[in-house]
């Protein structure tokens, strides 16, 4: 038994029963995989991915041994092609870690980033785990991402994209009749399903993602990253002015010391100020300074609403 032209005598030998080994287990579990091109995506314990083939990996085993490493025979399996046992799920010891989820992000732009924050509040706050987002230029780095994989796109799920006005808008471009227009979004994506044969070439392109299985533990301070830089919290003044300042920020202390001078007057001394913000003195926020986006650095004064 072998696969993509490697010798079949190869795989016997002590070394690669080594490696076949080391493939089966947990540990060697894909951060994704597109198996439209038979490729995959592993994370490693110093969190550089390493992005295999079933003929080339980049990891080191493969660069010096030019033989198939335990990625490569991983991806073997998980296509199908090498009939081997598994064992799979989240490895707590290869999650990644919010340093690098943030670095992560921070290659995307913020269109990307936008989306991802979404994913997160529907996994987070509604348990979804399949997300779809149309296809387009200004998110298709979504797909190489390592926080993301990519999953088939499955009609049902893809078009949850869409309200169902604009389902019925892309039905009546493409003179497609035979429903009821006042079906619920529901039942109109499940008769689409079933009465529409050349079903992508109605719809648009649309990615269906997941959250990698070596991105859980850090979903919630990610998110909490992403509010600090994008979102704004909104309030009233006492003048019933409508005022944001940035989201997760807190207000300052107004600190008061009284104080006897040696001439027996009291000395009354202010500091702080309670209308100015500030974010929590946390990772979080450290990473905010590092990468340029710590909008209360020196104090947030807040705005009014435009």
Known sequence: MTFADWPDN??????????????KSSATTPASIDKNQMTAIFPSTSFISYETTLKTCTCKDFKIRRLPCKHIYRLAIELGLWKEH???????????????????????????????????YQALYHEAIKFPVLASD?????????????????????????????????????????????MSLKTLIAWCIENISNFWDVFPSIYVFKFAENFQTSQRRVYSYLLRKYDWAIYYNVEMQ???????????DLTISVSIEKDGHTSVKRSGNPDMCYFPDDKITQLLTIYGHNRCLNGFLPQPCD
Do not use: W
């Open 10 to 23: 190869i795989h016997s030998t002590k070394d690669q029963s080594k490696r076949i080994a080391s493939a």
């Open 86 to 120: 598994v064992e799979s799920g989240i490895n707590k010891n290869l999650q990644i870690t919010l340093e690098d989820a943030v670095a992560e992000l921070e290659s995307l732009n913020d269109a990307e980033q936008m989306i991802i924050k979404d994913f997160l």
């Open 138 to 182: 200004s998110n298709r780095q979504l797909t190489r991402c390592i926080l993301l994989e990519r999953i088939m796109e499955e009609p049902s799920i893809a078009l949850q994209v869409f309200k169902r006005n604009q389902i019925l808008k892309i039905l009546d471009e493409h003179a497609i009749s035979g429903f009821k227009r006042n």
């Open 242 to 252: 409508r005022m944001r300042y940035p989201r997760g920020a807190q207000f300052g």
